[in-house]
């Protein structure tokens, strides 16, 4: 008994991998919160269609430290930007955690998306 309480414990303590921005904010990191105010455009190809171009999502996105709003910033996301889009969320990745990738959802689709429904999931190791 006293091992499953110890290998718990253990576990619990992983930090965790995947982080979600969303129109609610959202404590993230250390003292940073982020939130989508909201969606300039989403021209991304839709889901099952085949395209010429990708397309891409821009939004308008702020960053908070301790309850203070620090900056707001457009990012376009797009396959063109996703080294500067990393880059830029890197400024905000705690020490010793290094940030591989991000995925947006959800998919584009013909229906429209609602705010709400936008999530930039970020995926760290």
């Known amino acids: 008994m006293l091992l499953l309480f110890f290998v718990a414990c253990k576990f619990s303590q992983v930090p965790k991998s995947n982080y979600e921005i969303t129109s609610k904010k959202t404590l993230l990191f250390e003292d940073y919160s982020f939130v989508i105010n909201k969606v300039i455009s989403d021209s991304r190809c839709p889901e099952g269609t085949n395209c010429i171009w990708s397309g891409e999502l821009i939004i308008e996105l702020s960053v908070w430290q301790k309850n203070k709003l620090i900056q707001t910033n457009y990012l376009n996301f797009s ?15 705690p020490k010793g955690r290094t940030l591989r990738g991000y995925r947006i959802l959800p998919l584009k689709t013909e229906n429209s998306i609602e705010l709400k429904e936008y999530t930039i999931e970020l995926i760290l190791e």
């Open 79 to 93: 396959p063109k930007t996703k080294d500067e889009n990393l880059l830029w969320f890197s400024k905000f990745i």
